[in-house]
């Protein structure tokens, strides 16, 4: 299976930015639709935005639209979430998953021995 590292993540100013990093790694060189997830203290863990391949199809939640972009650098098979405007809902462990599907506007991660989970990065929002 392909494995995910993310890093980027810190600890910014409420309306500051961060530019989280996914990198790929092994697996059979088949790409899939990469997403990113958060999971704060005490929440359930959300999907936050995915992207597809090879058409680039993006989608976001509700949450961070208009905030946050997210991109991918197919030379490098690494994607990108780049997070402005901060706020204090934002905080969390951000996970990058692949696969990824949007249902009912909902972004799911692959379940366990069925895809591939990064260890996650803290983003941490804090005046």
């Known amino acids: 299976q392909v494995q995910l590292v993310e890093s980027g993540g810190g600890v910014v100013q409420p309306g500051g930015s961060l530019r989280l990093a996914c990198a790929a790694a092994g697996g059979t060189g088949e790409e899939y639709a990469r997403g990113w997830f958060r999971q704060a203290r005490g929440r359930e863990r959300e999907g936050v935005s995915c992207?597809?391949?090879?058409?680039?199809?993006?989608y976001y939640a509700d949450s961070v639209k208009g905030r946050f972009i997210i991109s991918r650098d197919n030379a490098k098979d690494t994607v990108y979430l780049q997070m402005n405007n901060l706020k204090p809902e934002d905080p969390a462990v951000y996970f990058c998953?692949?696969?990824?599907?949007?249902?009912?506007?909902?972004?799911?991660?692959?379940?366990?021995?069925?895809?591939?989970w990064g260890q996650g990065t803290q983003v941490t929002v804090s005046s």
């Open positions: 992207i597809s391949v090879p058409d680039g199809t993006i």
């Open positions: 998953a692949s696969p990824v599907t949007v249902v009912a506007s909902t972004i799911l991660g692959p379940s366990t021995g069925f895809g591939s």
